[in-house]
């Protein structure tokens, strides 16, 4: 494929220095343009012209090729651990890292993904967290439908667990219940 590419390569730079050049003659009517005649070029010309053109090419090709410089991924995993009451059902959890989602699903059940990023800086966790409320007594609660949202900064390195659970006492009103703590 290489010798391929080089010999028509080699065609298009012999074209490319034996073409004729144009230009536009004016008249006081109209304007119309007409060929000139091709340079002639003696042999020794066009080798240095050829020898530099492919130099040039050889040049590029290897600027091209050239290994660039990659910086190791950190992959940091993350878990986050739903809550365990049965008063609540997990719907839904969405996890954003700076402003990109990395997670978004329906889920019931512990979460473990990896956050993979290539600098060290410290960016903006955010987890929200959809639930709905769950009683075989007090049918009605299953219409509640509750979202906690928590963000931190962290950086990637160590891994980061995420628990929800639910906080407060039976006089907590119920929108304030749920909470999130984070832990590295």
């Known amino acids: 494929m290489g010798t391929s590419l080089n010999h028509g390569l080699r065609g298009a730079l012999l074209l490319a220095l034996a073409a004729p050049t144009w230009s536009h003659i004016a008249h006081a009517d109209d304007s119309t343009r007409v060929q000139t005649q091709p340079q002639t070029l003696d042999a020794q010309t066009y080798a ?5 053109l492919e130099k040039r090419v050889e040049e590029l090709k290897a600027q091209v090729r050239r290994p660039r410089r990659h910086t190791p991924m950190i ?12 008063a609540y059902v997990l719907q839904h959890v969405t996890v954003r ?3 990109d989602t990395v997670f978004d699903a329906d889920t019931d059940g512990p979460i473990r993904f990896e956050w993979m990023e290539r ?3 410290e960016q ?8 709905r ?7 009605y609660v299953s219409g509640y439908v509750l ?7 962290a950086s ?12 407060g006492d039976a006089t907590t009103p119920f929108a304030k219940r749920l909470t999130a703590s984070w832990s590295r």
Not at 124 to 131: K, L, N, Q, Y
Not at 147 to 153: F, H, K, L, T, Y
Not at 157 to 167: D, K, N, V
């Open 48 to 52: 240095v012209r050829l020898a530099d």
């Open 75 to 86: 992959v940091t995993p993350v878990t986050v651990y739903p809550l365990t009451s049965s």
């Open 147 to 153: 979202s906690v949202e928590s963000e931190r900064a």
């Open 124 to 131: 903006t966790v955010t987890i929200v967290a959809t639930f």
């Open 156 to 167: 990637p390195g160590a891994p980061l667990a995420i628990t929800l659970h639910e906080q």
């Open 133 to 139: 409320g769950s009683d075989p007594v007090f049918t």
């Open 97 to 99: 890292i700076g402003a």
């Open 119 to 121: 600098s060290a800086r």
